[in-house]
């Protein structure tokens, strides 16, 4: 009998095991189902592709404290929140900054966007200082609460984090915005589409 537990003992671990490590693939970047961010635990939510006419450009996946599968859902949650992104080609990244500048004016109001300029622009120089994000690279994009929003490029924090609480879902909104970055990409992140 004790040979019976035992093996159902290990049966559970190696279930539990396979669970831990259970994981999304899109086009070659894996998205754990959950991760930790400096405490706080966070879910998978969804995860696509951004195209550019027919070119892949990035991986991106969205991750929140609890499943959401509208925008508004996503952005009025309150708890940490992260924005995971993979190269899947070779871009200037003054260029990609340059986008997301643009992205963010666009899903906004004239008023709300100029608050948010010197972040805006701050945001768009530590693209530009990296130069170039290579097929493989990965960014990170977090809202980590009492601290801010947190930019990460190829692992390394960039600087101090954006104070303002609105500067997170303006960025956030480049991809569920209502004038997203790509409309497939809006629904692959909101969980709707893969």
Same mark, same amino acid.
């Given at each position: 009998m004790k040979w019976l537990r035992n093996l159902t003992l290990a049966g559970v671990a190696c279930v539990l095991a396979v669970s831990a490590m259970a994981e999304t693939t899109v086009s070659g970047v894996k998205f754990a189902d959950s991760v930790d961010l400096r405490g706080n635990k966070l879910q998978?939510?969804?995860?696509?592709? /951004?195209?550019?006419?027919? =070119?892949?450009?990035y991986a991106a $996946?969205?991750?929140?404290?609890?499943?959401?599968?509208?925008?508004?859902?996503?952005?009025?949650?309150?708890?940490?929140? /992260?924005? @995971?992104?993979?190269?899947? /080609?070779?871009? %200037? @990244?003054?260029?990609l900054g340059k986008l997301f500048s643009r992205a963010i004016e666009d899903n906004m109001d004239r008023t709300a966007f100029s608050k948010l300029i010197p972040g805006v622009l701050r945001m768009s120089q530590i693209f530009s200082d990296?130069?170039?994000?290579?097929?493989g690279d990965s960014f990170m994009i977090e809202w980590v609460p009492g601290s801010g929003t947190v930019i990460?490029?190829?692992?390394?924090?960039?600087?101090? *984090?954006?104070?303002? *609480?609105? =500067?997170f879902n303006a960025l956030l909104?480049?991809?569920? $915005?209502?004038? *997203?970055? %790509?409309?497939?990409l809006k629904e692959a992140m909101l969980g709707k589409a893969s």
């Open positions: 998978f939510n969804g995860a696509g592709i /951004r195209y550019k006419a027919i =070119f892949k450009v $996946g969205l991750y929140l404290p609890k499943k959401a599968s509208t925008a508004e859902e996503a952005l009025a949650m309150p708890g940490a929140k /992260r924005i @995971s992104i993979t190269m899947l /080609r070779d871009i %200037d @990244s003054g260029e990296t130069k170039k994000l290579n097929s990460t490029v190829k692992g390394v924090a960039q600087g101090e *984090p954006f104070k303002e *609480p609105e =500067f909104r480049i991809w569920i $915005g209502s004038k *997203p970055a %790509d409309f497939q």
